[in-house]
Every structure is written in structure tokens, then in C-alpha cells.
């Protein structure tokens, strides 16, 4: 690496260029979903996993794979089934034949890539779904005796059908907060339904390049890392996670303390991708609702009177205004 | 350099956030100290509420001190100040870049300039007004206008406590008058006495503490002056008895001439305040007409002339004998004469309204003089021929130009209705339980006069 490629690696305002240049070109070949791309944009700055809950047929595979490209990144998708054994997800052990004699060689799985697209995580069954813990919190594999250290950068996208509950294993709490982010994926407008269509079926469509590489984001999440927070927002954000342990009817269980972590995080990485190098209010109560959406255990009240998480996530919003 | 130059930028906002808060503080508070205030005022049209303007006054003076306070108090900070500016679309860079000031790196440097550049370009997007919200500002004024307005506008009830505080304060200063003269009256007590004195003197006190509470329950200029002529009975009662307990005991020299002395000393004061009690009534309540008769009686008269001096009228002075004895003198009024010689002669001007004069016969020598005037007009006024006769009577009553001189051995008499024994009676009996109801008697006579009159029945 050159001297200016490193220097340029440093710079802050170099590398917001490069990320927005990124969410551009994520733009090309997903129509719509715009706050998706966003989310997930911030998830790959700060090195989040994600959790994409949607209809099938919502390009959620069409969105890991362009991002991989954008980011010149190596993918790998695995449809859980369940069927699917933790040995098909992290590889195993194989005996091999070599010139002195019969030995184990470890067979990486399909995790050992940079972008992992989990498809249907809840189909799988609950041991194959741990098989995924180690790798999304720890960036390790360990099979046997020996521990696999995953490529840099690693992300897991996961998939969830919201509607399908027959044969499926919902994911337990422990593993739901190791997701960054819960991004629903909503049906597109008319609009962007008549792009999706002209996009795919058509001869519009643009191939997409990469614009920035697995050194760059890693360069890019040093420095979103290191956005300052002025103590008006992080008492706003702290506040925001501590009003979800508030008596409320609709709350069963508030957001862990790892949804701290990753609401600063995650807001950091809004500020930094509309070019800025600090905190708002604003980009605190955008980054709220993929957070804490899935950290939340809505009550019985909630599920009976048909309110949502996120409806849970505006009221708290709403109560807790910015102190100015 | 442009560092001090942003921190300046948020300073100069921050003085005008305490300033904007200060004036929202005071039109707030002036809002409320006129909304109080004009409770007082309204009070003041239902109720004697003397001190409404005071109160006023003060809810305002207390309003604008609790705004001073609070904005003291709540005075806004360097970062609330930034947090403020940020609220104008900066989206918190300000206050980031203020926070981090003085950290090190690339990353904060470059944030404050970012910040430094937008507050640059877009300071005036920074529109901090002054004052409060017009609609609060017009409340407030009018509220305070309403009050003013208030406290200007006229009322009986206004009239009523101005009257009453009047009365209050006069209350009070007789009050501690009663008190100055009920602790010589105590230290008088100390003194080596026989029953009969200390009970003279105890009755004395008894007398004035039940003064003091008429003072203390007195809510009207009537009851006030009713008070004032119970009072002033009272000190020229007190008067006399003292001086004569003061003679009693000189005479009798069974104590220090000092008591004796201090005796005379408290009974001379006591006549001066009675005197002043009856200059107070004048002022207090102008009624001095109708009591004309009675005001005017003269010193001397009392003194001279008997016990019953004291009601007649014009300003005599005399020198009457201590135990000048007359039953009746004095009730005359006008310029008088009394000269109590060893007869005990009154005599009274042609100009007076003396019902019966000058017979008191005086044990000892001692001459009394009146002099006073009185514009009531009488349609008859009769001395024993005795007095008529001796040539101490002035004036010439024969051939008068205004009036017609009779002469009968046993008085005149005229042709008129007849009233019954019961209907005078009746009318006596109505007039005195109206002046024991008006306070018109001294405290502890009004079961004397039901009696009285009791015992007709």
C-alpha cells in the first residue's frame, strides 16, 4: 500500500466520500427500500449483524449480493433448513489421504466468507441457529480443538418470514440481541414496484461495481467508531434505553444494555454517512427503531391490542424529548 | 484564535438566552403578581381591605424578585446555550465541537471545524427573540393594567377601610395610652394604701381595661368616639379621684410625700388627657355640634361648682374649692361665671343653657370662672330668684331686646299637652338604652341606668 492509499485511509472526509459512493451504487441495483439500505449500510460500517424480516420476493438476497460486489466482498448464502446441521454451517473435519497417511483436515463451512446471507435462520433448528453465536459475536469457528478466526471484515444478514410459523424455530432472546439491527423489509410502493419490475425484467439493468474494499470499511469503521458524542445526545440515548425498563403496559422486557452499545453505534454510523463527524438527536431516534425493535418483549397488553414494537419504540420517543 | 472566536459566538448567544429568559421570567411573573393584585383590588370592593394597595404592591415587587431569582438561578449554561443554537438546524454540532474543544486528533479537529464553518455560513438561521410571546406580553399587561385600574377606581368599601383603619389606628394609640396609665395605676397600687384606696384604685383599672377592650372591638368612628367619651369620662372621674386620694393621703401623711406627689402628678395628667380625648373627638368625628352642651363644660365648673360641672357647656376655668359642694351648677352654659364663695354661688350668662345653676352651697372658699359660648337657641331659661337677685348675676335679664323677663314665686307655666307619667318615662327609658346601645355612658353604668329604670316598673 502506498503511502497516499494509507493516508487517504485516515482521512474522515475521504472515506464518508467513499461511503456514500458505496450507498449509491447499493442504489442501482435495489429499487426502493431505501431506509433498508441505509440500515444496512450502517450495519457494515459498524460491523453489526442483521436481522431482515420480510415477505419472500423482497430482493433480500438480491441486496446482501450487491453489497458484496459494492464492497468487493466474498458471499455466501445458506438456506437453513431443518435439516441442517452446525457442521454444514461452520465446516467439519475430514479425514484426508495424504503421503504419510490418514489425517484430519478441517473443511471450512460456508461461514468462512465476509458476507454471510442466512436465509430463513428461523427454519433451522435452535442447535444449527447457535452454531451461528460464536461466529456473529466472537468472529471465531471452533471445531473440535481448534478455533477458525474468520476473515475481516464479517457480517451475518439473516432472513426471517414474519408470516410462516408452521416448522419454524423462533429465535431466542440471547440470540436475537447478538442482531444488531432487526430491518423489516416492507412491500414496495407502486412506484418502486414498476422500477423493481423494469430493473429485472427489463434491459435497464446496470451492472454494479465496487467501490470500496474490505480495507477501506475497515479504515472507515475505525474512524466511525471514533465520531464524538456530545453528553446531551448520550444522555438522550441512554435515556431512550432506560425508559424501555420503565413501568409500561406494553413492556414485558426492556432492551439489554448491548442495545446501548449498538444504538450509539449504530447512530454514529448515520452521522458519519450524512457526512458528518458528530451526533444528533436525530440520528439517535433513527437509529432506535432497528435496535431496539427486536430488544424489546412487547406484553401480553401489547400483543392483544395489536401494538407493535415500534409503535412501543414511538411512544418512548415521543415521551423522551431532547432536553434543549 | 477561531476557537476563542466560537466560544465568543456561543457566549454572546448565551447572554441573550438569559436575557430572553429573564424578561419571559418577569412578563410571567408580572402576570401573576397582577392577577394577585387583582384579587386584592377585587377584595377590597367586597371587604374593608385598607391595605389592597400595599399588598398590590408588594405581589409586584415579589413578582418581578422571583423572576430576578429565577433567572439568577437558571441562568442558562455555555452548553445549554450551544444546545440551543444547535436547535436552528446545526443538528448538535455545535454543542459536539463545543464539548471537545480542547481534545486532540484529527477527528475532533476536523468536527470543529465543520461545525465552526456551518456556524459561519448559517449563523442567521440563529433567531433568538428577546421578548416572550406577544399573546403572554399583552395578558400580562393587561392584567396589569386591570390591576392599576383596580386600585384607582373609587368604592364605599374603599371609603369603609379607610375609615377602619383609621379608627384602628387610633384604637391602637389609645390603647397604649390605657396601658401607659394602667401601669402608673399598678405601680400607684404598690403603694402603702388602705382597702378602701386600693380598691378605689382597683376599680379605676377595672375601669380602664374595660376601655381597652371597647378600643380592641371598636370597628366604627361611633364606636371609636363612643370609646373616646367613655375614656374621657373615665379620666376626669379618675382625675378627681386621684387628686382626692392624693389630698386624703397628704392630709393624713401616712406616706411619702412623693406618693402624694406622684398621685397629683398622674390625676393633673389625667385631666390634660381627658382634655385631649375631647380634642380628639372633634377631629375624629366632627360631632362636636350635637355635644356641644356637653364638651364645653368648663374646668372650673367642675371643679367650682359640683359634680355636675362637667356637663355644662363653654370653655370655664375656674379655681373651685376641692370640696365645693354644688348639686347643680354648671349645667349652664355659655360665658359663665362661677365664683364659689363660702355660699357657693353660680352664675350663669344670660347667654346660657344652664337647666338650674349657682345653688351648691361651698364648704370653703373658692372661686370658679367660665367662660364659654353657645350658639343654641332657648326658648327659656330659668334661675332661682335668689341668684336673679344677688348682684353677682351679669348682664341685665330685665328689658332684654330679644327676650321676655318673667318673675313667679314658683316658677312659670304654659299652656301645652299633657304627657303622661309613663310616656316620659317611656321616652327616658328609650333614650338611655339608645345611648347605653351607641355607647353613649361610661362601661358599668348601663346596668345602673336598667336598673334605674327597672325600677319604675
Redesign the interface.
Do not use: G, K, M, Y
Given at each position: 500500500m502506498s503511502e497516499s492509499d494509507r493516508s487517504r485511509l485516515?482521512d474522515?472526509?475521504y472515506l464518508a466520500q467513499r461511503a456514500a459512493d458505496c450507498e449509491r451504487e447499493i442504489r442501482k441495483g435495489i429499487v426502493g427500500q431505501e431506509e433498508v439500505i441505509r440500515q444496512v449500510m450502517q450495519a457494515m460500517l459498524t460491523g453489526g449483524n442483521v436481522l431482515l424480516e420480510g415477505m419472500p420476493g423482497l430482493g433480500k438476497t438480491r441486496l446482501v449480493s450487491t453489497i458484496s460486489k459494492v464492497f468487493d466482498l466474498s458471499f455466501k448464502r445458506i438456506q437453513f433448513t431443518p435439516d441442517l446441521m452446525p457442521s454444514d454451517v461452520t465446516g467439519t473435519n475430514i479425514i484426508v489421504k495424504n503421503e504419510q497417511g490418514n489425517s484430519f483436515s478441517f473443511e471450512r463451512g460456508p461461514i468462512f466468507a465476509h458476507l454471510i446471507l442466512a436465509d430463513e435462520i428461523n427454519r433451522a433448528t435452535p442447535k444449527t441457529q447457535s452454531a451461528l453465536l460464536e461466529a456473529m459475536q466472537e468472529h471465531t469457528v471452533t471445531v473440535g480443538n481448534e478455533s477458525h478466526t474468520l476473515a475481516e471484515p464479517f457480517l451475518v444478514l439473516a432472513t426471517q418470514n414474519p408470516i410462516e410459523n408452521e416448522g419454524t424455530y423462533p429465535l431466542p432472546e440471547a440470540q436475537l440481541d447478538r442482531f444488531m439491527f432487526k430491518i423489516l423489509v416492507r412491500f414496495p410502493s407502486k412506484e418502486e414496484l414498476k422500477g423493481i419490475v423494469a430493473l429485472t425484467e427489463g434491459s435497464q439493468a446496470q451492472p454494479v461495481e465496487k467501490q470500496m474494499d474490505g480495507e477501506e470499511l475497515l479504515a472507515a469503521r475505525a474512524?466511525v467508531n471514533?465520531?464524538?458524542?456530545?453528553?446531551?445526545?448520550m444522555d438522550y440515548l441512554l435515556e431512550i434505553v432506560m425508559e424501555t425498563h420503565a413501568p409500561n403496559p406494553h413492556i414485558r422486557e426492556g432492551a439489554s444494555p448491548r442495545a446501548a452499545q449498538a444504538l450509539i453505534r449504530a447512530a454514529r454510523a448515520q452521522a458519519f454517512l450524512e457526512g458528518?463527524?458528530?451526533?444528533?438527536?436525530?440520528d439517535v431516534e433513527e437509529a432506535a427503531y432497528p435496535v431496539l425493535r427486536h430488544r424489546i418483549l412487547p406484553s401480553f397488553d401489547a400483543i392483544s391490542q395489536g401494538v407493535s414494537e415500534d409503535d412501543i419504540i414511538r411512544e418512548i420517543l415521543a415521551v423522551r424529548k431532547p432536553?434543549? | 484564535m477561531e476557537q476563542k472566536e466560537f466560544v465568543n459566538i456561543i457566549r454572546a448567544y448565551r447572554h441573550r438566552l438569559n436575557l430572553a429568559g429573564f424578561l419571559k421570567k418577569l412578563v410571567f411573573s408580572l402576570g401573576v403578581g397582577a392577577g394577585a393584585g387583582i384579587l386584592f383590588q377585587a377584595a377590597a370592593f367586597f371587604t374593608p381591605f385598607y391595605g389592597a394597595n400595599v399588598y398590590t404592591a408588594v405581589s409586584m415587587l415579589l413578582a418581578i424578585a422571583a423572576a430576578a431569582a429565577a433567572a439568577l438561578v437558571r441562568r442558562v449554561t455555555m452548553e445549554q446555550a450551544a444546545l440551543t443554537m444547535d436547535s436552528f438546524g446545526f443538528q448538535e454540532r455545535i454543542i459536539t465541537a463545543y464539548e471537545h474543544r480542547e481534545d486532540d486528533g484529527a477527528l475532533f479537529a476536523l468536527q470543529r471545524k465543520d461545525a465552526m464553518d456551518r456556524l459561519k455560513e448559517h449563523r442567521n438561521r440563529i433567531r433568538i427573540p428577546l421578548w416572550p410571546d406577544r399573546k403572554k406580553t399583552i395578558l400580562s399587561a393587561l392584567l396589569l393594567a386591570a390591576a392599576v385600574g383596580l386600585a384607582i377606581v373609587p368604592s364605599p368599601m374603599k371609603e369603609r377601610a379607610k375609615e377602619l383603619h383609621q379608627v384602628q389606628k387610633e384604637a391602637v394609640a389609645k390603647e397604649e395610652e390605657i396601658e401607659e396609665v394602667l401601669e402608673e395605676l399598678e405601680e400607684l397600687e404598690q403603694q402603702t394604701l388602705t382597702p378602701e384606696q386600693l380598691a378605689s384604685l382597683q376599680e379605676m383599672t377595672e375601669g380602664l381595661q374595660s376601655s381597652l377592650a371597647e378600643y380592641g372591638q371598636a370597628v366604627s368612628a361611633d364606636e371609636l368616639q363612643a370609646a373616646n367619651d367613655k375614656l374621657r369620662y373615665k379620666y376626669d372621674a379618675m382625675s378627681g379621684q386621684i387628686a382626692d386620694l392624693a389630698q386624703s393621703l397628704q392630709n393624713g401623711a401616712s406616706v411619702s410625700p412623693i406618693t402624694a406627689e406622684s398621685m397629683q402628678a398622674m390625676a393633673d395628667k389625667l385631666q390634660e388627657m381627658s382634655g385631649k380625648s375631647a380634642d380628639g373627638d372633634k377631629v375624629a368625628s366632627g360631632q362636636e355640634g350635637s355635644q356641644g352642651d356637653g364638651q364645653e363644660s368648663g374646668q372650673g365648673g367642675s371643679q367650682g361648682d359640683g359634680q355636675e360641672g362637667s356637663q355644662g357647656s363653654g370653655q370655664g376655668d375656674g379655681q373651685g374649692g376641692s370640696q365645693g359642694d354644688g348639686q347643680e351648677g354648671g349645667q349652664g352654659s355659655g360665658q359663665g361665671d362661677g365664683q364659689g364663695g363660702s355660699q357657693g354661688d353660680g352664675q350663669s350668662g344670660s347667654q346660657g343653657d344652664g337647666q338650674g345653676g349657682g345653688q351648691g352651697d361651698g364648704q370653703s372658699g373658692g372661686a370658679g370662672r367660665g367662660t364659654g359660648t353657645a350658639n343654641n337657641s332657648h326658648d327659656y331659661v330659668s334661675i332661682p330668684n335668689a341668684v336673679a337677685d344677688s348682684g353677682n348675676l351679669t348682664g341685665n335679664a330685665v328689658n332684654h331686646d330679644n327676650s321676655d323677663y318673667f318673675r313667679a314665686p314658683n316658677g312659670l307655666s304654659w299652656e301645652g299637652t299633657h304627657i303622661s307619667y309613663e310616656a316620659v318615662i317611656g321616652s327616658y327609658e328609650q333614650n338611655a338604652y339608645e345611648g347605653i346601645a351607641t355607647g353613649r355612658y361610661p362601661s358599668g353604668m348601663e346596668s345602673v341606668i336598667k336598673d334605674y329604670f327597672a325600677s319604675f316598673n
Open positions: 485516515q474522515p472526509s474512524v471514533q465520531i464524538p458524542v456530545a453528553d446531551a445526545v458528518r463527524l458528530n451526533v444528533s438527536f436525530q432536553q434543549v | -
